[in-house]
């Protein structure tokens, strides 16, 4: 019964002929199997950015889909099945599609990597290096060499290590998407240190308080997607309101990037939209 009722809400849907000027994101779901493992594994293919090659990795926090090629997330989805990244490698969607992404680390500083394959992105290879019930580890190594990244995936997060940094390059971390699967006005953000909830259109730059995190929400969703930075620097952080996505990062400002290190990153889904548990989720991932 539920398979047909999607199937006619589809067909409505396509008869409607929506003039949307931006790329579709359909709803992915995957069903979740019962098993005995917090953390699998898969191959397939993301349709809904295109049809790229990616790992699939399903949690019970969220189904990730990490780009073979480029080596980038191109879908996150929730339990909902509702995708917070919404990308699409249409060329020339720009912030309808191509630029979204989780970390879009490396932009034109000896090579352009770790980002859904677009028309500018580089080429890397990847390893499966650990695969067990509650933990998959996956390293992409840039097409030159110089770079190189490691996603750990657990059953609440992805933790993201830039482990290895080409000598006088810098990198950012990044998150650009649509908070509970499209950007409106009435989505929001916290960062630490500020317990105040700040309109999505409301830019920001500065070093974030230690521990260093932002989060986005959307009113019409139970929880908030987050980014944590494991370390305390004093490189700026930047966010600004791209509509239709978000732009955050960490370790940038305006148009410059600041890391230079390696360095580790979370990103993840907190189960509420209050300030309080939002900071004690994120804080409890560094322990």
């Given at each position: 019964?539920y398979q047909?009722?999607?199937a006619?809400l589809f067909?409505i849907?396509?008869?409607l002929g929506?003039?949307?000027?931006?790329?579709?994101?359909?709803?992915?779901?995957?069903p979740?199997?019962?098993?005995?493992?917090?953390?699998?594994?898969?191959h397939g293919?993301d349709?809904?950015?295109?049809g790229v090659q990616?790992y699939?990795?399903?949690?019970a926090?969220?189904?990730y889909?990490?780009?073979k090629?480029?080596?980038g997330l191109?879908?996150?989805l929730?339990p909902?099945?509702?995708d917070?990244?919404?990308?699409?490698?249409k060329?020339?969607?720009?912030?309808n599609?191509?630029?979204?992404?989780?970390p879009?680390?490396?932009?034109?500083?000896?090579?352009n990597?770790?980002h859904a394959?677009?028309?500018?992105t580089?080429?890397?290879?990847?390893?499966?290096?650990?695969?067990?019930?509650n933990?998959v580890?996956?390293?992409?190594?840039s097409?030159?060499?110089?770079?190189?990244?490691?996603?750990?995936?657990?059953?609440?997060?992805?933790?993201?290590t830039m482990s290895?940094?080409?000598?006088?390059?810098?990198?950012?971390?990044q998150?650009?998407?649509?908070?509970?699967g499209?950007?409106?006005?009435?989505?929001?953000?916290y960062r630490?240190?500020d317990?105040k909830?700040?309109?999505?259109?409301e830019?920001?730059?500065?070093?974030?308080?230690?521990?260093?995190?932002?989060?986005?929400g959307d009113?019409?969703?139970?929880?908030?997607?987050y980014?944590?930075n494991?370390?305390?620097?004093?490189?700026?952080?930047?966010?600004a309101?791209?509509e239709?996505?978000?732009?955050?990062?960490?370790?940038?400002?305006g148009?410059?990037?600041?890391?230079t290190?390696?360095q580790?990153f979370?990103?993840?889904f907190?189960?509420?939209?209050d300030?309080?548990v939002?900071?004690?989720?994120i804080?409890r991932?560094?322990e």
């Open positions: 019964m047909t009722a999607i006619g067909s849907m396509f008869l929506a003039c949307a000027v931006q790329i579709a994101q359909p709803l992915k779901t995957q979740r199997e019962k098993s005995d493992q917090l953390v699998s594994l898969a293919i349709e809904s950015a295109g990616s699939i990795i399903t949690t926090a969220a189904i889909y990490l780009e090629a480029g080596g191109s879908s996150m929730d909902n099945g509702v917070w990244i919404g990308f699409h490698r060329p020339g969607s720009g912030h599609g191509e630029y979204r992404g989780f879009n680390a490396v932009h034109r500083q000896d090579g990597f770790f394959m677009n028309a500018g580089d080429a890397s290879t990847s390893f499966v290096n650990i695969e067990t019930g933990h580890r996956i390293t992409f190594t097409g030159n060499g110089k770079w190189q990244g490691r996603y750990d995936f657990y059953p609440d997060r992805l933790d993201f290895k940094v080409s000598p006088g390059h810098k990198y950012w971390i998150y650009e998407g649509v908070p509970g499209s950007m409106d006005d009435a989505d929001f953000w630490s240190g317990n909830r700040h309109g999505i259109r830019d920001i730059e500065g070093d974030l308080p230690a521990p260093e995190w932002m989060a986005f009113p019409q969703s139970a929880r908030m997607l980014m944590l494991h370390g305390d620097d004093a490189q700026p952080d930047d966010y309101n791209r239709p996505m978000t732009v955050f990062a960490f370790g940038r400002s148009k410059e990037k600041f890391l290190e390696p580790k979370s990103i993840g907190v189960e509420s939209m300030y309080a939002v900071d004690r989720e804080r991932v560094l």
